[in-house]
C-alpha cells in the first residue's frame, strides 16, 4: 500500500523525528520541519495545558509562512503524540487542541481508542500508533489506526524486545499500510536498512535530543556523544515500562545499574515509577543504542543534512553492489 500523501510528497529523508518527553519544543519540531523531515512532540509537554494550543498555532503558523517563502523547498508535516493510556488526564483536552489545528499527524501511545482516531481522520488526518509487538499492532489497526511504528529493541525510552528484523517480518506478514521503525537508528545508512526491512520510514530520537534546539540538560547532550550503545540499560524500575537509559546517568544517581531491582508494572508512572527516588526523565536520562553515531551538537538542521549526506551515500554504495551482482549472474548465465 502507498504511502499517504503526507508522508510522501514533503519528505527531503524517510524519517520521522520521534516525540521526545520533556525534549520536543516548537524550535526543534520546526527546524525538523522546515529541514524536510517529520518533526513531532508530546503533547504532554506542553505545560500548562493551555500552553498546547500556543504551541499548535506557532508551529502551523511558522511552517505555512515558510511554504509561502520558499515553495520550491516545502516544510515537511508535523505530529502530535498523544499518550492514549487510562493514566493520561490530559487526553480530552490535548486531542480537541489537536483537531482544532488540524494536526497533519497524530502519534498515539499506550493504548489504541477508536474515539481517537475517528477525531483525527475527521478532517482528513493521519494516525500512527506505536507498538512492541503483533498483537498491539493487530489491536491498533483494529481500532482504525492508518499506520505503525514498532518500537524494537534498542530503541530509546520505553522500547520492546523484538530484533526490528523479527518485527517488522512478522507485520508485514498481514500489514501492508504505513510503517516506521524505531530502534537504534542515527545514521543514514541505517534510515535505509530500516527501507530493506520493509519499513517504509525510520524514525529517530535519541540523536536529536543531542541537538542545539533540543530541551535537554546540556550535561545530557553531552553524556549521549560520550556515549555508545554499550552504555544503554534495559530496565523497568524508573516508569514500570521498560526502556533504555543511559548508564552513566543512572550511576550518577546513586544506583547500580548491573543490580536494579524489578518495578511493579501496575504502578506506572511516567515520572517517577518503580521504588527508586531517582525520576525518569528529569534525573535518568533515556536513550537508544544508535547514539555511537552522535559525535557533536549540531543544530537539526546539520543532523538532518548529514543523515541525508549518509543515505545517499549508502543508496549509491547498494546500487552498486546490485549492479556488480546482476553483472556476474549475467555472466554465470553465459
Not at 493521519?126 to 534498542?154: Q, S, T, W, Y
Not at 517488522?168 to 535505509?192: C, K, M, Y
Not at 551538537?297 to 548529514?306: G, K
Request: hydrophobic share 45%.
Amino acid at each position: 500500500m502507498a504511502l499517504p500523501p503526507v508522508l510522501r510528497d514533503r519528505l527531503r529523508l524517510p524519517v520521522i523525528g520521534s516525540p521526545l518527553f520533556i525534549i520536543s519544543n516548537p524550535d526543534l519540531v520546526i527546524a525538523q520541519c522546515k529541514a524536510g523531515i517529520v518533526g513531532s512532540f508530546p503533547a504532554l509537554n506542553a505545560r500548562p495545558a493551555a500552553m498546547l494550543d500556543e504551541w499548535l498555532h506557532r508551529i502551523t503558523e511558522e511552517l505555512a509562512a515558510w511554504d509561502r517563502d520558499h515553495p520550491e523547498t516545502p516544510a515537511a508535516p508535523f505530529a502530535v503524540n498523544h499518550i492514549v493510556h487510562k493514566t493520561s488526564d490530559r487526553l480530552e483536552h490535548d486531542l480537541e487542541a489537536s483537531t482544532k489545528w488540524k494536526a497533519p499527524i497524530v502519534i498515539t501511545s499506550l493504548g489504541a481508542r477508536d474515539d481517537v482516531n475517528a477525531a483525527v481522520h475527521s478532517y482528513g488526518g493521519v494516525v500512527l500508533h506505536d507498538v512492541i509487538n503483533d498483537r498491539f499492532a493487530r489491536k491498533a489497526i483494529e481500532k482504525g489506526a492508518d499506520g505503525l511504528i514498532p518500537v524494537a529493541a534498542g530503541a530509546g525510552g520505553h522500547a520492546g524486545m523484538l530484533s526490528p528484523f523479527a518485527l517488522i517480518q512478522g507485520l508485514r506478514e498481514w500489514f501492508d499500510g504505513p510503517i516506521a521503525l524505531s530502534g537504534s537508528i542515527a545514521h543514514g545508512r541505517a534510515v535505509l536498512g530500516a527501507q530493506a526491512m520493509g519499513a517504509d520510514l525510520a524514525y529517530v530520537g535519541s540523536a536529536f535530543i543531542a541537538t542545539q534546539e533540543a530541551n535537554a540538560d546540556p550535561a545530557y547532550k553531552q553524556m549521549i556523544v560520550d556515549s555508545t550503545g554499550e552504555d544503554i540499560v534495559y530496565t523497568n524500575l524508573f516508569t514500570g515500562i521498560h526502556g533504555n537509559y543511559l548508564r552513566p546517568s543512572i550511576e550518577k544517581s546513586g544506583l547500580d545499574p548491573d543490580n536494579l531491582p524489578t518495578s511493579d508494572a501496575s504502578a506506572m508512572n511516567f515520572g517517577s515509577g518503580g521504588n527508586s527516588k531517582a525520576k525518569a526523565w528529569r534525573d535518568i536520562w533515556g536513550c537508544g543504542q544508535g547514539i555511537g553515531a552522535v559525535k557533536e551538537i549540531p543544530t537539526a538542521a546539520e543532523m538532518i543534512a548529514r543523515l541525508a549526506d549518509e543515505y545517499d551515500q549508502a543508496l549509491a554504495e547498494l546500487t552498486a553492489k546490485v549492479a556488480l551482482t546482476e553483472r556476474r549472474l549475467a555472466l554465470a548465465a553465459e
